[in-house]
Structure formats: C-alpha cells, structure tokens
C-alpha cells in the first residue's frame, strides 16, 4: 500500500513513482498522466466540488509505457485545489475509506506545509539553517542511549532532511510527541491525579529549544502533543475519565503558560470526529480489545482504542513471534513487564492475586498488550503525520523515524541519570515528582524516594538513587515541604532551610 498526498498540481508529489505533463497552470490530484490527452482526461475525471470524500480508480502509468497498475484515490476539493490519497494493492475498501478521510481530516500541518510557497533562501542558506537548528537539537533535545546510532547509521542525516523540508518552505517545525497520557495510579510515584510542577517543566523545556530554535530560524516550532492515554489507559488502571481529565488541565496549562506553543490531540478527536455513529459501529464491530485490569470505561473512549486496533493493529502471532526471534522486541517486552508489576503491583486487579507468578503473568499480559497498541498508535501517527519531526519519550536508537528526548531540559535538572531507562522509558512527568533543590535545580524522582519511606527497601521501591543524588536529595541542614497551588493541589516537594 502506496499512499500520498497532492495539493494544487505540485511538482513535489511523494511515495508514487509515475509520470508527469510539463504543464503546471491547473490543479488536479491524480498526476498520472503521460501525455496532454490523458493529462485533460485526468483533470476531468477528478472535478468536484463536493465536500465529502470521493471515490474513483484510476490506472496508474510506470516510468516504462507497457507498465501499469490499478489505484484507488480518495479525493476531496478544498476551494483553492485538491487533496487525496491513493491506495495501491486495495484490500478493504471500507477501511480505506476510512482510513483516507481520516488523513484528509486531520493531518496537522501538511495541507499548510505543501500549500506554502518555497522560502527565498537559497540552497546554502537552507543548508546553513538546517546545520543550525539540528546542532541546537542534538545538544538540548536528543536522548542518547546506549547503542545510539544518530551519528552511525545515518539517524541524523534523516533528522536533517526533515527540518530541512520545513526549512526550504519557511514554515515553523512541527514536532510530533505522543505522551502526557495521565498520572501513574502508583501512589509511590506521583503526587496525584493532577498535572503539576512536572508537566511545568516538561512545558518550560519545550519553550527554552523553541527559543533556541527561533534565534536562528525565525518561523521557530510548533509542538503537537498526540495524547496516548486513552491508548493505554484501561491497561494501567487509569479509568477514561480520570484521562479525559488530564488532558484538559494539562492543555489548560500549556496555554496558560505559552500560548500557541503547543496544540493538544486526543485519540477520539482523530478516530471518531467527523464519522457518524453509523460509520463508526460498521468499522468496529469486528473488534474488540482486552481488558485485563480493572478501570472504569466511557464509550467514545472505547470506541476509539476499537477503531485504532480495526485500522492499525497488527497480529498479535507478528509480535509473539519478534519477542521470541528479535532481541529488541524482546527487550522491550521485559522492560514493560517490569515497568507494569511496579505500577500494578498494589493495584486491586494485581494485588488480590494468590500469588507472585501469577502477578507476574498478568503483568506479562498487560506488557504483551501494550506493545500490540503501541504499535498500532505508532503507525497510526505515521500516516496523520507524514512530513513531521517524530519525537518520543521513549529511548530509540536515534535512527528515525523516531527519535528520543529528554523531556525536562538539562538546564532546569540537577541531576538527569534514572534507573527507569530499564523500563523504556525516560523519566517522565506521569510517571514522578518533582524536589525543588536549595540551588533552584530540580530532580524528577519517585514520590516514596522524596518523603524517605523505605529507601532502597523492599521488593517495589521503584527508584534507586546514585550517590550523588542521595547527596543533594539529603543533603544537612534542610528538609521537605510539600508546595502547593492556589486552590490546594499539591505542586512538588522543596528543599526548605531547617
């Protein structure tokens, strides 16, 4: 399955090879045509001026003229042009419907970015730029695990070619983050249910590489956070509406804070908008999802993970299979099993179970399901966001598509290192709190490390800490105080002279 995207008659027409009129002075959508008749008949067939979505096939022409293949284009008029996308090797055709509308509908970004005239800079001076802004990303944003491959494998030089597509249109960077999906329900790590001084700075970070970016390339950044929470929420114990609730005060925040900085997507807004509840029980009702926890489920929430699954879900014998035979997947797989017995271990679906096999196993399951939907959710950002830089709070080994980061920047922490690496993921606002230092630095740490309760001792003290940190955590002649905001949610722990 091919697919691109065509507004106005574009010379930049990407993923299908085919061949092209010389004429540029109309717009169309199928550019397939190799000689003026057919470039007219194609323009004909492809005239609406209808708002929904239409539907033809088309035959494509190769590079050779005896070659030739069937595509499906879904297509709609925008008032200035058209857009569409072609689908080769058609497999379900409601699917694809669905799937289409769904990229017409809601590709943040890409309508604006191939509309937008190329910028006056000339090719030295986008490469300048693009030198500029990726240095300034290598040194504030990446994440460099073990085994990193951004400078061996070509991971950069991928990166580059991204932010110099943005660069050679003059249009802001658009950064795709999936994350801020709720609170850990693991009291032993976060504050509460709320968003706090963590997801502050998690913001503060994003603002200080916008600027750093802005000073040298003036159209700056945009940050879409594509919300995972409801991706994964009935599998952490966190109930729909405890997600719903997040996503609003964390937004709220962001806008509070920076305005325009940051957009906020929900999975429902990108699956169910814009469908009818028709269109939507047709898709799904060959699906359904497992729930192996315990949570409290709304409707549209449901719906959506139930779509996701029907449009992106892979087999679950694919992933059964790589656990065994790829060493990465199956480093992944232990990692989120670990994670999941931490953040389930007292949870009522965990904890009632007759034995520590059997916590194991469920944990395994969660773990085993959470790939499945990770999967699913990471190629359903792919085709939304096609041309934009795919940032995570994951480590990668920085090849692309992804790319990981550190989501609170190095100059606002006091010390960076965590033993939640082990479990995939970079430590996270929704997944700590924050200690206010005498210094004004910060640590992201688990909230039972804060307060002293059983350092280091038993089975499910989650964060252990290096010396260094144990030093400025302890350090004589202070003590914690729990800060709060105004209407009485608590914000973060802060060093305070005894």
Wanted: with cysteine; charged share 25%; net charge negative.
């Amino acid at each position: 399955m091919a697919r691109w995207h065509s507004f106005h008659s574009l010379p930049y027409v990407p993923q299908v090879a085919t061949q092209k009129s010389s004429s540029d002075e109309f717009m169309f959508s199928s550019m397939v045509a190799s000689t003026a008749e057919d470039l007219e008949a194609v323009k004909q067939a492809t005239r609406s001026v209808a708002p929904e979505v239409n539907r033809y096939t088309i035959s494509m022409l190769g590079a050779d003229p005896c070659s030739s293949w069937e595509a499906t284009i879904y297509e709609r008029y925008i008032g200035n042009g058209f857009e569409g996308v072609v689908f080769i090797q058609e497999e379900d055709s409601e699917n694809m419907k669905y799937l289409a509308s769904l990229l017409l509908d809601n590709s943040v970004m890409t309508r604006d970015c191939l509309l937008e005239p190329f910028s006056s800079h000339t090719p030295q001076e986008v490469d300048d730029i693009t030198s500029q802004v990726v240095d300034i990303i290598e040194k504030n944003y990446i994440h460099f695990p073990k085994h990193d491959q951004w400078f061996t494998s070509g991971g950069k030089q991928r990166f580059a070619d991204r932010v110099r597509y943005h660069v050679a249109r003059n249009i802001p960077l658009e950064f795709i983050l999936p994350a801020f999906p709720v609170k850990s329900c693991n009291p032993d790590k976060t504050l509460g249910k709320s968003p706090d001084k963590a997801e502050e700075l998690a913001i503060h970070s994003m603002k200080i590489v916008a600027d750093l970016i802005k000073a040298v390339y003036a159209p700056g950044v945009h940050y879409n956070v594509v919300s995972d929470g409801h991706v994964f929420s009935d599998l952490v114990s966190s109930d729909d509406a405890a997600v719903d609730s997040y996503g609003e005060m964390f937004w709220e925040m962001a806008h509070n804070l920076y305005p325009g900085l940051v957009n906020f997507f929900r999975l429902d807004e990108f699956l169910l908008d814009n469908h009818s509840e028709d269109s939507i029980a047709k898709l799904i009702s060959n699906t359904d999802v497992d729930h192996p926890v315990a949570t409290e489920l709304t409707t549209h929430a449901e719906n959506a993970r139930r779509a996701l699954m029907c449009l992106f879900g892979c087999d679950d014998s694919t992933v059964t299979k790589e656990i065994k035979e790829d060493p990465e997947t199956r480093n992944l797989y232990r990692g989120f099993s670990r994670f999941m017995l931490e953040d389930l271990y007292e949870h009522k679906s965990c904890k009632n179970l007759p034995s520590k096999s059997a916590k194991k196993k469920l944990c395994s399951q969660v773990a085993f399901l959470t790939i499945l939907r990770n999967r699913a959710y990471s190629a359903m950002v792919e085709w939304l966001f096609p041309l934009q830089l795919r940032i995570s709070i994951h480590p990668h080994p920085n090849r692309g598509p992804k790319y990981g980061i550190n989501i609170i920047h190095s100059s606002l922490v006091a010390a960076q290192h965590s033993s939640e690496e082990k479990n995939f993921h970079i430590p996270t606002p929704w997944h700590n709190t924050v200690v206010e230092l005498a210094d004004g630095k910060f640590m992201l740490l688990h909230s039972k490390v804060i307060r002293g309760s059983s350092m280091h001792t038993g089975e499910m003290a989650c964060e252990q800490l290096e010396l260094s940190q144990q030093l400025l955590l302890n350090r004589e002649g202070y003590r914690m105080t729990l800060m709060r905001y105004p209407d009485g949610r608590p914000s973060h722990y802060r060093q305070v002279s005894v």
